[in-house]
């Protein structure tokens, strides 16, 4: 009930609810604001505008839609945060992100592709002095970026990568972790397990270049990118058991999920180490390359494959490419329908998938495909 109760309520400009089978969206709009609420419910799909339920009084009854089903209510806010308004386009230029002052050296940078890039924003890990291990700044860093970039509705794509030749994240910093008393080390591991949900929760599709040494929490911050590419001679593993801990910032979650449970646990039990070629053949990452001269191959095709994902108003680079690209609400709301719908039983899930089709319905780039489809051009699309 303490959970339910904290709940944040959830807001959108406009929202017109849908009855579905497994479950009821409604509005209630009051002081300038939108609730959502989402609770079980049968019969056909129809096109509602119902709202909240409200106690005699006026204020808002105990145990409502929100509270009936909680799972519902979180796949909502992500929803919410996938559709939320575009804000004014500023281009984020190459920059550090510090959050302990400025005498500290960044150690992360953030910067915004242009060109045929441009929607493609990179988040660039710099910390070799510990290579790229997890520290405290480090972490704050990359929280603070995230926060920033999850309201610029311009990012299409957030790829990780490392500006550190030969490793991508060598796991949590047990060198920083030594000097913590008890309190602080459960202090610090619920951050770095709250920086992974930020990263999976994060509205645009993510992708990790993993040119590297990927052990532990590095391992663990790919998992929780969408998607991962890696050399072939990247080496990577949750390693934890092998240093008297377990994985604690979600990997034996995610690993399950990406895996199967049996082989996630001859991993984990094992701290077995797999290349980029090993992984892609369980299946661990999505592409594995030869890596080059300069040690950043994985980088490449991650940045291709970050273009194919980009909305692309060239048709001539379309042609040369041979692919058309994915309108950009379309392919966030895929996201969280697959992210949401995997929490959940399939009816439910399905259900899921029924809210997210529903809200891409009025966008232009809805019709704008549509329109390409019959006119047998390519879509322009815009985000909209």
């Given at each position: ?17 849908f009855?579905?089978p ?19 419910l049968g019969?056909a ?26 799972a519902c ?21 190459t ?23 441009q ?8 910390r ?5 291990a ?11 970026a ?13 790829l ?40 999976a929760?994060?509205?645009a ?7 590297g040494f ?5 391992l ?11 050399a ?33 646990k001859e ?6 180490r ?57 392919v ?13 039983d ?37 985000g909209?």
């Amino acid at each position: 009930l303490k959970r339910l109760a904290s709940l944040p309520q959830i807001t959108q400009r406009s929202w017109v609810g849908f009855a579905l089978p497994g479950f009821q969206v409604s509005k209630r709009q009051a002081a300038g604001r939108t609730d959502l609420g989402c609770a079980p419910l049968g019969g056909a799909v129809e096109k509602t505008r119902n709202t909240a339920a409200s106690s005699p009084r006026g204020g808002r009854r105990s145990g409502g839609a929100l509270g009936t089903f909680p799972a519902c209510a979180q796949m909502l806010r992500a929803l919410t945060s996938a559709l939320r308004l575009p804000g004014p386009w500023r281009p984020l230029r190459t920059r550090g992100c510090a959050s302990h002052g400025a005498t500290a050296d960044p150690e992360i940078q953030v910067r915004a592709l242009t060109g045929r890039d441009q929607g493609i924003t990179e988040i660039l890990m710099n910390r070799p002095s510990a290579r790229n291990a997890l520290g405290n700044i480090l972490v704050s860093q990359l929280l603070e970026a995230l926060a920033q970039l999850r309201e610029d509705q311009q990012v299409r794509v957030l790829l990780f990568r490392s500006g550190v030749k030969g490793v991508f994240c060598a796991g949590a910093d047990l060198k920083e972790r030594e000097q913590m008393s008890e309190a602080e080390v459960g202090m610090f591991v619920q951050r770095l397990r709250g920086l992974m949900n930020e990263i999976a929760a994060f509205p645009a599709p993510t992708i990790a270049a993993m040119d590297g040494f990927a052990l532990g929490g590095g391992l663990e911050l790919a998992l929780a990118c969408d998607l991962r590419v890696a050399a072939s001679s990247a080496v990577m593993g949750l390693i934890e058991t092998t240093r008297g801990l377990l994985p604690g910032a979600g990997g034996t979650q995610r690993l399950p999920r990406c895996l199967g449970v049996a082989l996630a646990k001859e991993l984990i039990f094992t701290g077995r180490r797999l290349s980029g070629a090993q992984a892609q053949a369980l299946g661990l990452v999505n592409h594995a390359v030869s890596q080059n001269e300069e040690g950043n191959a994985a980088y490449h095709r991650a940045l291709e494959l970050a273009q194919e994902i980009l909305p692309q108003q060239n048709y001539w680079v379309l042609r040369m490419r041979g692919f058309l690209d994915g309108a950009p609400i379309a392919v966030r709301l895929g996201k969280v329908a697959i992210d949401r719908g995997m929490e959940v039983d399939i009816a439910s899930g399905m259900a899921i998938e029924g809210i997210c089709y529903a809200q891409n319905i009025p966008t232009q780039d809805r019709l704008e495909g549509m329109a390409a489809f019959r006119e047998k051009r390519p879509p322009r699309f815009v985000g909209k």
